[in-house]
C-alpha cells in the first residue's frame, strides 16, 4: 500500500517541504503550497475547475517559480489545453517554446483496441517518464488518468498500475497533482483517492438562487496544518483565486490622521476633524435619505486632495452618479478625467458575492485606491445569496482588506421602514468603526432628514441631531431646532424659528416703547422742577422787595416825625420812636 | 530483438509489436505473434519490434500505454490489440484476418 504511516514526531514531518502552487490564496490556507515530491488529489464535480487548478500550477510553477512543469492529459488534447490556459492569461505554447513545460496528449480509444493476455502500462509509464526527462520536469499533472477506466477493460490491473504509477511519482520527488471527477458517494469515481492519501483538494460549485459560488476545501493534507474551511474560490482571468477569511488576522496598523468627509457640518459633529483616515464607516437610513450623497461628498472631498478614489455601486450607472451628483452641486466627472475616481457599477445579480468580491480585490489592487465607497452593501443580499451569514463574511472581508491597505471605507445600508432603525440585516454595525445613522422625520405634513453620529470609535463625536439638508451646493447640516415643543425640523423649524425672531422683536419694540415713556416722564417731571424753581424764586424776590418797602416806610416815618416835630418846634428832639 | 522479416517493399499486413525491454511478456506475445502470422498470413507480413526502453519517443505516435501492445498500420483502419497475444481466436478477430485461401 502506498499510504505509509507516519509518525507525526518523524524527521520528515518538521522538514515536510512545500511547493508554492502561486494560486492566489490558496497557498495561505496550505501555509505554503501543496507537497513537494508527493502526489495530491484535486477532485470535484465536472466543470469545477479541476484541469485550470492543475494548469495554473504548472503555468505558475514554470513561470514565476522557475520550475519546469509536464502536463499528461487524458481528456483534452494540447490545443484545447493551450486554450483553455490562455483564459486565463497563460501561454502554454510559449512556455512549451522555451522548454518549460511540455504537454502530452495520451489518447484511448476502446474501439480500436482488443485485449487478449496479460499486458501493464508500461507504456504509459515511459511516456510520462520521457515527458519528465525532457525538460527536467519537477512538476507534473495528470488529468485525469481515471479516463483509463473507460478505455481498458481490466479494471484490477488498472488499480494496480495506477497505484504503482503514483508510488513511481512519489519516488521520482516530482510534486505531482492528479485530478479525479466525482463519484456518487466516493470523492473519485473509481476511487482513486484510495492511493493517493498525502493531500487531497476538494473543488466544488454549488447553485443557490440561479448563482453558482465555487468552494474548495483541503480534505487532508498529511503531515501539515491546513485551513480546514470552505473557501470560496473563482476562477477569473488571472487564474484561480481563493479567499480564505480566516487567514486574516486583525493585525492592521492603524492611523491617527483624520480626513474630511467633505460635509462641514459633519466633521464638526466628529470633533471638528472628521473621520479617521483607514477606518471604516457605515451609514444607514431608509431610502432616499441621502446616503450616496453623503459619500459622494467625502469623495469629492478626497479627491480635491489629489487622492484616489473607488466607487462600487451596486445599484447606479456612473452616469446616473454623476447626473445625480451634479444635481447637488458636486461635479464628480472631472475627478474621472482626471483619473482619480473610478465608478465600478455592477448589478449585484450579475455573480456570486465571491466573484463581487474579487472584483473588488482586482481592483483595489489596480487602482490603490485611499477611500473605498460601497453603495450599497444591501444589495448583495437581494443578489445571490440569501444567506446573511455569506454577506457578513464578505463584507467582513472587505474591511478586513482596507484596513490592511489602510483605506477608508465607506458603506451605505439600506434600512426598510420596518426594520428596527438601530440594526442592519447584515450584522455589520459592530465590524465598523463610524456610524451614521440617517433618518426621515415626518411632521405637519413634511418629511426631513436628520442625521445622528451613532458611534464613532476613538473620538469624542456629537451627541447631537442635525438636520440634514441637500441643498444645489451639496449637503448642509444644520443644527435641529431643540425646544420646549421637541425636536422641530423643516418648515416646522423654520417656522419656529421665524416666530422667535418676531418674539425677540416685539419685547425689543416694546422696551423701547417704555424707555421712551419713561424718558418722557422724566423730561417732564423735570420741567416741572423747572417750573417750581422759578416760582420759589419769584416769590423770594416778592418776599425781599416787601422786606425793603417795609424798612423803607418805617425810616420814611422817622423822618415825618422829625419833621412834625421841627414843624411844631417842640424843643429838642426826643429820643425817637417814643411816645409819638 | 527488432527484426525484419522479409524487407521488401509493402506487405499487406504491417504489424508493430511494441515492447519494453525483454521480458517475458514481451517474449511470450513475440512468440504467439509469429505462429499466427506464420499460419494465416504466410509471405503476406511484416513484423516491426519497437523496444520503448530504447525508443520512448515512438510511444506518442500510437498512443502506446500498455505494454505489449500490438498495432495493425495496414490494412488500415488502425487496430490495437494489448495482451501477450495468447488467445489466438481473439488475435484473429483484433487483426480482423481472414485465411488465406
Not at chain 1, 515530491?37 to 487548478?53: E, H, M, Q, S, V
Not at chain 1, 451596486?314 to 452618479?321: A, L, N, V
Request: glycine fraction near 10%; proline fraction near 3%.
Amino acid at each position: 500500500m502506498v499510504k505509509s504511516k507516519i509518525n507525526p514526531h518523524s524527521q520528515e514531518e518538521r522538514v515536510l517541504r512545500k511547493c508554492p502552487t502561486g494560486i492566489a490564496g490558496f497557498d495561505e490556507i496550505t501555509l505554503g503550497g501543496l507537497p513537494r515530491g508527493r502526489p495530491t488529489l484535486i477532485c470535484g464535480g465536472a466543470g469545477c475547475g479541476k484541469t485550470l487548478f492543475g494548469i495554473e500550477f504548472l503555468a505558475r510553477g514554470a513561470r514565476d517559480f522557475g520550475e519546469t512543469g509536464a502536463c499528461i492529459s487524458f481528456e483534452e488534447t494540447a490545443a484545447d489545453l493551450a486554450q483553455d490556459a490562455s483564459s486565463l492569461g497563460f501561454d502554454l505554447n510559449a512556455l512549451e517554446r522555451s522548454k518549460k513545460l511540455v504537454v502530452d496528449y495520451i489518447h484511448i480509444d476502446k474501439s480500436e483496441i482488443a485485449e487478449t493476455g496479460e499486458y501493464d502500462l508500461e507504456g504509459l509509464f515511459i511516456r510520462i517518464g520521457s515527458a519528465i526527462d525532457s525538460i527536467g520536469a519537477t512538476r507534473i499533472l495528470l488529468d485525469t488518468p481515471e479516463a483509463l477506466f473507460g478505455g481498458l477493460n481490466d479494471e484490477g490491473l488498472l488499480r494496480s498500475e495506477l497505484r504503482r504509477l503514483f508510488r513511481w511519482l512519489k519516488d521520482k520527488g516530482v510534486t505531482a497533482v492528479i485530478t479525479g471527477e466525482q463519484g456518487e458517494g466516493k470523492l473519485t469515481r473509481h476511487g482513486i483517492e484510495e492511493y493517493i492519501s498525502d493531500c487531497v483538494v476538494l473543488l466544488d460549485h454549488r447553485l443557490q438562487n440561479g448563482i453558482v459560488t465555487r468552494r474548495l476545501r483541503v480534505l487532508k493534507y498529511r503531515g501539515s496544518m491546513h485551513g480546514t474551511n470552505e473557501y470560496p474560490f473563482l476562477i477569473e482571468r488571472k487564474g484561480i483565486s481563493v479567499l480564505p477569511v480566516t487567514s486574516l488576522g486583525l493585525a492592521h496598523k492603524i492611523s491617527d490622521k483624520r480626513i474630511s468627509s467633505g460635509v462641514a457640518g459633519l466633521d464638526e459633529m466628529l470633533e471638528g476633524k472628521g473621520f479617521y483616515r483607514g477606518s471604516s464607516i457605515l451609514a444607514t437610513g431608509t431610502a432616499g435619505t441621502g446616503k450616496t450623497s453623503l459619500a459622494a461628498h467625502l469623495v469629492n472631498a478626497a479627491c480635491a486632495r489629489g487622492e484616489k478614489c473607488l466607487f462600487f455601486s451596486f445599484e447606479e450607472s456612473p452616469d446616473q452618479i454623476l447626473r445625480n451628483m451634479r444635481s447637488i452641486g458636486i461635479d464628480l466627472a472631472r475627478w474621472i478625467k482626471k483619473g482619480l475616481l473610478h465608478i465600478h457599477s455592477r448589478r449585484p445579480t450579475a455573480h456570486g458575492l465571491e466573484l463581487h468580491l474579487v472584483e473588488m480585490h482586482n481592483l483595489l489592487e489596480e487602482n490603490k485606491p485611499s477611500v473605498v465607497v460601497v453603495d450599497p452593501l444591501t444589495s448583495l443580499t437581494s443578489g445571490g445569496s440569501q444567506n446573511v451569514n455569506d454577506v457578513t463574511n464578505m463584507v467582513l472581508r472587505i474591511i478586513d482588506r482596507l484596513k490592511q491597505l489602510g483605506t477608508t471605507g465607506f458603506f451605505t445600508a439600506l434600512t426598510s421602514g420596518g426594520d428596527a432603525l438601530e440594526a442592519t440585516e447584515q450584522n455589520v454595525s459592530s465590524l465598523v468603526d463610524t456610524w451614521l445613522l440617517l433618518r426621515d422625520v415626518e411632521s405637519d405634513g413634511e418629511r426631513n432628514r436628520v442625521l445622528y453620529v451613532l458611534k464613532s470609535r476613538g473620538m469624542a463625536h456629537s451627541n447631537q441631531v442635525r438636520e440634514f439638508l441637500m441643498t444645489g451646493r451639496g449637503v448642509e447640516l444644520r443644527e435641529a431646532y431643540l425646544g420646549p415643543a421637541g425636536v422641530l425640523t423643516g418648515s416646522a423649524r423654520v417656522a419656529q424659528e421665524a416666530r422667535e425672531r418676531e418674539e425677540e422683536l416685539k419685547l425689543k419694540q416694546l422696551s423701547e416703547d417704555r424707555q421712551i415713556a419713561l424718558s418722557r416722564t422724566l423730561r417732564a417731571a423735570e420741567a416741572q422742577m423747572a417750573a417750581l424753581e422759578a416760582d420759589r424764586a419769584a416769590a423770594q424776590r416778592e418776599l425781599e422787595a416787601i422786606m425793603l418797602e417795609r424798612k423803607n416806610r418805617s425810616n420814611s416815618i422817622i423822618e415825618q416825625r422829625a419833621e412834625m416835630a421841627r414843624s411844631r418846634k417842640v424843643g429838642s428832639p426826643k429820643p425817637a420812636g417814643t411816645g409819638a | 530483438m527488432a527484426k525484419k522479416r522479409e524487407a521488401n517493399s509493402t506487405f499487406e499486413y504491417e504489424l508493430r509489436l511494441y515492447v519494453a525491454g525483454q521480458t517475458p511478456r514481451s517474449l511470450q506475445a513475440f512468440a504467439n505473434l509469429t505462429k499466427i502470422c506464420e499460419e494465416f498470413l504466410t509471405g503476406r507480413y511484416r513484423i516491426e519490434i519497437i523496444d520503448l526502453q530504447e525508443k520512448p519517443q515512438l510511444a506518442k505516435g500510437d498512443q502506446i500505454l500498455a505494454i505489449p501492445t500490438l498495432v495493425r498500420a495496414l490494412p488500415e483502419p488502425i487496430r490495437k490489440i494489448i495482451g501477450d497475444l495468447s488467445n489466438k481466436e481473439k488475435v484473429l478477430v483484433g487483426l480482423d484476418i481472414r485465411s488465406a485461401r
